[in-house]
């Protein structure tokens, strides 16, 4: 139905949909539901946009799936406070798919946000992104550190450095 209102069409890809195969869907999307809001609470409207982004996922609906993984970003961004930060980080980390999977793309929003973002997440005190959440969320932080091995191997693409000895500078 929601693909309806993007497309202004649907189609039944399944000739065989049963009602209980109808049932084995929504009670593993009931499931994803739960989860999410079991990690989530106090997370104003993240939990639906994470809920929209699994639907559309799960659903093939590329332009909500679009939509909602920009209204996770812009979420992430906007509350970047030691209030809600560490508790959004810790609700997509928490979320898992009907396969019992983590939402890959969900984490990659966290991750490209902390690292964007990092040096006012490190600074104050306390700081938003302190060590505390860093310990806590173990599969967090690797992610982080990875991305940002990354794009500094990315960055070193193509360039030549230069060292001079007179002003013991880089280029």
Not at 27 to 49: K, N, R, Y
């Amino acid at each position: 139905m929601i693909d309806y209102f993007y497309t202004r069409d649907y189609m039944v890809d399944d000739l065989d949909f049963s009602a209980a195969s109808f049932k084995q869907l929504t009670e593993s999307f009931i499931e994803d539901f739960c989860s999410v809001l079991e990690t989530s609470t106090g997370l104003g409207p993240l939990p639906f946009h994470m809920m929209m982004y699994l639907l559309a996922h799960r659903m093939e609906i590329s332009g909500l799936k679009l939509l909602a993984k920009d209204r996770v970003t812009r979420f992430l961004i906007d509350n970047m406070t030691l209030d809600i930060f560490p508790w959004s980080i810790s609700a997509i980390y928490n979320t898992y798919n009907m396969n019992g999977d983590p939402v890959h793309e969900l984490r990659d929003i966290a991750v490209q946000g902390t690292i964007d973002h990092r040096a006012d997440l490190r600074r104050g005190n306390p700081m938003v992104l302190g060590n505390d959440l860093l310990d806590d969320m173990p599969e967090f932080t690797r992610d982080v550190l990875i991305a940002m091995m990354d794009r500094e191997m990315e960055g070193d693409q193509g360039m030549t450095v230069y060292y001079s000895p007179s002003c013991w500078g880089t280029w």
